[in-house]
């Protein structure tokens, strides 16, 4: 996700946090010169005896003159200490925790153009290794001698899913230039729980979820391909409910019906638990229809953000028109990105974490996760939570839980969230995608770095934050829930945001007042 930032005007720039307040002009501190300093003294002294520490931090234009590089370090980090605590973010699949040798590696990677080939080519060919271990891992054929697979790394599983999808279109179009038939209106068909494929202009045909049913039917599904369709998409673990969409379903009614529709599969979240919790289960590249996958490296692959995987059957399903063959670098070399220059470093770490770890410790890891999840689903439902998500492995290890409305509560889920916010948790709720009749739903999601011991603390929370809110009448809950909200969350607090691009009405977000889930 990418933040647009508003850039403030000049009466905003100069406003001050209190109103009344008088901004201290720049100049040094009256009475320096009786305590015998010069300003060039300052430089000198400690961080927070300069004169840096007693003005603001330059935010909205560059500073006119340097700053030493001790105090420059100091300010900022003292600025990056009111983040959160990733531990206690419940929300977010991305990795918070890697080993201190990954750590090193990368760090030492810094400075590597990671396309660039002829600078670095034992960082490229480690990414070519990578791509070989994931593709295999995904099935991808590999006995026709003249029909190799074919992948990429990219900044995430975003930037992959659009590979994917761009590369779907590209192929329909060229089939419909052939056959002498309009080529403009192409559409993808998939879940109305996912985000967004706007950006290619393709329509967007959701298969809707409903109050029980928190994927997509695999028959009504396919009931929407028409000739204008590029492709399928498949989700191998729902943001919401961590849930596996029935890929080979989907798959055989195509083989079934005999229609000529590629699958993707959004394996951004499941890719790296699914072949290891679950490898007896059919998702991935022996599927026929399936012809190309994506994966996050920085959610369950283990790896700092942003590193990303898209893979696909064969080079048939890559049109040639999209592919840049460039060598302005020094030497010939093949690229699909929406991102050409990009750091070594986090391809580095998912090469480090798959040596490192092999099949059996990206195993434990996720059976060790599964548990967990399963212990914190059972501890919620003794608090009279309803579980929505799967358990036991037939999902992506998170528990996803809403009030049960027969309970009668005074209080909804945001409420609730609300609440654990106060104690440092972020635990989200969501509105759940249309056709749901507004269900609301919290989440949690189980990453490497949960222990069980965090989440009998978790628990407790819980439990102290049902009491609290169970206290309150309903007035109280609604005003409390408003003054967390302004006051205590951030996005709550936020003013980044362009107000030209409030209020709008394309999103299913927009239209239906669905959340997207954190991802």
Known sequence: MVHLASIPNDEAKDSMPVKGMVKKDEVPHKGLERMGLEESDLFTTSVYGSRFAGRDLPKYEMPDTEMPKEIAYRMIKDDLSLDGNPMLNLASFVTTYMEEEAEKLMTEAFSKNFIDYEEYPQSADIQNRCVSMIGRLFNAPTHEEDHNAVGTSCIGSSEAI??????????????????????????????????????????????????????????????????????????????????????????????????????????ASGGFVAPFVCPELEWDFRLEKVVSINVSGHKYGLVYPGVGWVVWRSPEY??????????????????????????????????????????????????????????????????????????????????????????????????????????????????????????????????????????????????????????????????????????????????????????????????????????
């Open 318 to 519: 890559l049109p040639k028109e999209l592919v840049f063959n460039i060598n302005y670098l020094g030497a010939d070399q093949a690229s699909f990105t929406l991102n050409f220059s990009k750091g070594a470093s986090q391809v580095i770490g998912q090469y480090y974490q798959m040596i490192r770890l092999g099949k059996r410790g990206y195993r434990a890891i996720m059976l060790n996760l599964t548990h967990t999840a399963d212990y914190l689903a059972d501890s919620l439902a003794k608090l009279g939570f309803i579980i929505m998500s799967q358990g036991g492995g037939k999902g992506l290890p998170l528990v996803a839980f809403r009030l049960n409305p027969k309970d009668g509560k005074l209080y909804d889920e945001f409420a609730i969230a609300h609440q654990l916010r106060e104690r440092g948790w972020v635990v989200p709720a969501y509105t759940m995608a249309p056709h749901t009749d507004k269900l609301k739903l919290m989440r949690v999601v189980v990453r490497e770095d949960f222990s069980q011991s965090r989440c009998d603390s978790l628990v407790c929370d819980f439990a102290i934050a049902l009491k609290t809110l169970d206290d309150m009448d309903k007035h109280t809950v609604a005003a409390h829930a408003k003054h967390v909200k302004q006051h205590v969350t951030n996005s709550g607090k936020s003013t980044h945001n362009h107000p030209h691009y409030a209020d709008e009405d394309h999103s299913l977000q927009g239209q239906t007042g669905k959340t997207h889930a954190v991802c």
């Open 162 to 267: 659009m590979l994917g999808t761009l590369s779907m279109k590209k192929k329909w179009q060229n089939k419909r230039k052939a056959e002498g038939k309009p080529y403009d209106k192409p559409n993808i068909i998939m879940s109305s729980a996912v985000q967004a494929a706007r950006y290619f202009e393709v329509e967007e045909k959701y298969v809707f979820c409903t109050e029980d049913r928190y994927v997509i039917d695999p028959k009504e599904t396919v009931d929407l391909v028409d000739e204008n369709t590029i492709g399928i998409c498949v989700i191998l673990g729902t943001t919401y409910t961590g849930e596996y969409e029935d890929a080979k379903a989907v798959n055989d009614l195509l083989v079934e019906r005999g229609i000529d529709c590629p699958i993707h599969i959004d394996a």
